[in-house]
């Protein structure tokens, strides 16, 4: 008898914040730091948020990439990404209210592998359409483009 794997499951983050600006955060067995720059009165030990809110996109896209390059029968080999960000300031400054901070992200990704342009092509449509932390950006209003080239 096959096992029904579930389609929605918890995910949880506990935090202790010591400072300000420094979150020791548990996620699993892991522990993670957010934290700010030296110059922002942080400690500078681990990214800041929206650091880490890009890191995300990028892990997520190498995880989700693989996976349909695997379902599609498409050898890209090892990716590198390369994540550009142009950030709204005005509202973690508290200037402003806004709507869309991350106002849009380029994404360069590099497949080592013997993947054709017209395989990376139809690999990046499916990316789109199953990485969650992209949907995420994508339904706050982020214009995110992605160029998937061969290395």
Known sequence: ?????????????????????????????????????????GTNLGPTPTDAAIAALVGCTNVIGHKCANKLGIDIGHLTIDATCQFDRRGVMLSEEIEVPFVSIALNISADGPASAAELETLAAEVSKYCPVSKLFRQAGTEIVENWRSA
């Not at 499951?9 to 030296?38: Q, W």
């Open 1 to 41: 008898m096959a096992i029904k794997q579930k389609t929605t499951v918890p995910l949880k983050a506990v935090a202790n914040c010591p400072s300000h600006s420094k979150a020791d955060i548990s996620i699993r067995d892991l522990e993670v730091v957010i934290d700010e720059p030296t110059e922002r009165g």
